[in-house]
């Protein structure tokens, strides 16, 4: 299907469906655009990735617009994925997430040795991601325990086709109950901002 067939078939969606169906149907549950539906090697990179981070290859899911072909950032008005574009990649894992959480909230005066960005993102986790049960590591994945080893697979995981050395940027989701009611969240806003 066209890029712009797919994009008017998901804001047709996105207005008059179920947000839940929504989200299943159009980034959970199919082929990532960024594998132009080549289910098996989506699955093959998956498998190689979790296995390096010591998750399951379920629980790994790209999103954003390496998903859908095009941003839900609505900063960036429903832009195409180009070759500028990062690619977002969902863990569902609660080991993880309560091992970040924790150390999130133990930091204590480390706090203070953070640049200006790993304080901004602490402070977001503290007031917004905790709470919907995600931790946003592309600026905190180095401090986490689990990070040197996350970032080194994470690396590695980029130089295969077609990821093609792109940043992957990793959202961890305490459950998949958390990664759903964030994401229908968004797309609410979207929602409420694209048609209101």
């Given at each position: 299907m066209n890029i712009h067939r797919k994009k008017e078939r998901f804001l047709a969606d996105l207005r008059n469906k179920p947000l839940s169906l929504v989200f ?173």
């Amino acid at each position: 299907m066209n890029i712009h067939r797919k994009k008017e078939r998901f804001l047709a969606d996105l207005r008059n469906k179920p947000l839940s169906l929504v989200f299943s149907k159009w980034i959970l549950e199919k082929t990532p655009y960024i594998f132009d539906g080549n289910k098996v090697k989506e699955i093959e990179w998956k498998e190689e990735l979790s296995k390096k981070l010591g998750v399951d290859s379920h629980a790994l899911s790209i999103i954003g617009s390496a998903a859908l072909g095009f941003s839900l950032n609505p900063n960036k008005k429903f832009r195409y994925f180009n070759e500028k574009s990062d690619i977002d990649v969902a863990i569902i894992s609660h080991h993880h997430f309560e091992i970040g959480w924790v150390f999130l909230r133990s930091l204590g005066t480390g706090y203070y040795n953070l640049n200006p960005k790993q304080k901004a993102s602490v402070e977001d986790h503290r007031k917004r991601l905790i709470y919907w049960g995600t931790l946003a590591t592309d600026n905190i994945l180095t401090m986490l325990p689990f990070g040197k080893l996350w970032f080194e697979s994470l690396t590695k995981a980029a130089s295969v086709f077609p990821i093609n050395d792109r940043d992957i940027n990793i959202r961890l989701y305490r459950d998949y109950e958390s990664l759903r009611a964030y994401h229908v969240m968004n797309l609410e806003k979207i929602r409420q901002n694209f048609y209101s």
